[in-house]
Each structure stands twice: as structure tokens, then as C-alpha cells.
């Protein structure tokens, strides 16, 4: 039986974890198109820290539920395709103004992927936004035809994920770390070569690299100078794709190394992605995602919280990103 009402994190002030309270409100109902999902769990992006400060792409003004991905059952469903999924536990992403952050949601009935048996409901919570994106960001590697790929925040989930698809596609890669004591674990997880940024001959080390192992375009998770210094380290007519701002920082690139590298800096948003090569690419990228590459893109949970401790949680993890993923389980 769906109860009346349900508990929910709820974000009131654009002031990032110090936003948020547990709330009790309706449990919403679905409309056509639309399906209801008790949430098991759900995962904590970059993507949502930059909601919590009305920093991200899509915005919603408070009162509102963060929460862009999560793992759950579907309870209910409006008229449509979405009576399909009735029963099943699947992976989702949030549509509107509702998010995984709560005891209930609304997802759209061709936004939520059946899941095996094999995977855990904290690797489900986690199957949409890291493994998507890594997912289409190796797969652009592989349709420009390189042999080699550039990331920088590589002891990240994300750089993780990345270095690991990239091995599983027969790609080479080259990952810019922070700290030196980080070089030996990503060499071992597959790296072709890692290079400390902080280095004195940073740019040298990074462009020998390059060269070295054939990276022909790179994905960048920082932006700010970063930018411009994998853009500079790559070969002519190579391209950048940022798809973060961990630095909160412009893109700084030098104007000779556009000029005259025939060097290109895009944007990479998985919204876009999915609107641009719609849900046939998803359904495949799902697919490889729970099969042939599910070892690539399983990511390491540090801690599991309740909804009463999310606030503490998510404190703890924006100040230590790289040590593992935090999960918020509703139950």
C-alpha cells in the first residue's frame, strides 16, 4: 500500500548541504508517461553539489527535492507505457521537479532501466550519471577513430570509471592526478601513464605522455587553466571535452594554442547527449553497462547514509571527493 505521505530531503536555500532538511510531504502521483518509485537508494554527484548552491544547469528554486539519479521499485503508474515497469526494480533519472532524495518519486516511464539481479541497489543508485558519461565519452573516443584518451580528476569515481572503459575498448590513457601517492594505484587499475600536476615540469611530462601513448582528445573535469594545459599537451587537431568545473574556475585557454594547433574546446552535458542521440543509444549504453563492462564502471561506496544523516554525509563528501561515493538509502 503507497502511503499518504512520505519523507523527503528537502533543499530551502541555495547554501548547499546547510540548505537541506528532512521533510514529510504527499506522496505525489503519477501522471500519463509518468511512473511512482519507492526509492531504495540514491547517489550524490558533483553535479548535485552544484544544484545545492544554484550553481548547475538545471535549476530549480527552493522549496525543492535534489537528486538526479537513484535506484528503486516501481509502484505505480499513469496511463502509458510506464504500466510495464510495474514491480520492477530499476535505475532512473528524475523528471521535473522531483527528485531521487526521498521515500517516493516521479520518473518518466522511458527515463527508468530495468536491473539485473547481479547489481546491488547502491551500484544501481550510481548506474545513470558516471557510467553514461563515461560510457559516451569513450565511445566519442572511439568513433574519432584515437587510440588514446587525456582526463584529468582521475582518482575521481568518474576518472576511475574512465581509465578502466578506456582499457576495456582497447584505448590507451593518460590521467592527471593531484597527488603523488596516487600514481601507483591508477597505473595498476590501467593507466598507460599518470602525471602529477603539481610536478615542476608538469607541461613537459604531460606533453611526452601525450605523445607516448597516442592521446588524440581529452576530457576535462576541472576547467579553469586546466584546460588550456591539456588542450596545449595534446597533438594538432585535437579536442578537449569538459564536462565539469571542479575548480569553479572560466576556461582559461592561450589563444596561440587555438590558432595555431587547430585545437578545439567543446562542452560535454549528458542531458544533451541523451536528447541529441536519444534513448536507442541509452538503451545500448545500459546494456554494456550492466554486461560486458560492468566491472569497468563499478564504483566504491565509502559510506552509506540514512535521510536524518544526509547532510552530514554529503559535508563529508564534498571535502573528500576522491576517497569513494556516498549513497543516501531510504529505508
Known sequence: MIPSTMRTLQLESFDGPEGLFVRELATPQPRAGQVLVKMHTAAVNPSDLMFLRGRYGV????????GFEGCGTVVAAGPGLGKLWVGRRVALATQGNFGTWAEYTIASAVQVFPLRKSIS?????MMLVN???????????????????LLNAANSALGRMLIRTATARGLTSVAIVRQASQVNDLKALGASAVVVSSA???????????????????????????TGAMLKALPGGARVLVYGALSLEPVQVDVGTLLFGNRVVEGFWLTEWIRQYGMTRVV???????GTLAHAMTTEVLATYSLDQAAAGIRAYQNNMGAGKIILRMA
Open 121 to 125: 541497489d547502491a551500484q544501481g543508485a
Open 284 to 290: 545500448r549504453a545500459m546494456v554494456d553497462i550492466q
Open 131 to 149: 557510467p553514461l558519461t563515461a560510457w559516451a565519452l569513450i565511445d566519442r573516443a572511439v568513433r574519432d577513430r584515437q587510440r588514446g584518451v
Open 59 to 66: 535549476r530549480r528554486e527552493p522549496p525543492t527535492t535534489p
Open 200 to 226: 615542476d615540469d608538469f607541461a613537459n611530462q604531460l606533453a611526452d605522455a601525450c605523445r607516448t601513448h597516442h592521446a588524440g582528445i581529452g576530457f576535462d573535469a576541472v576547467a579553469g587553466t586546466m
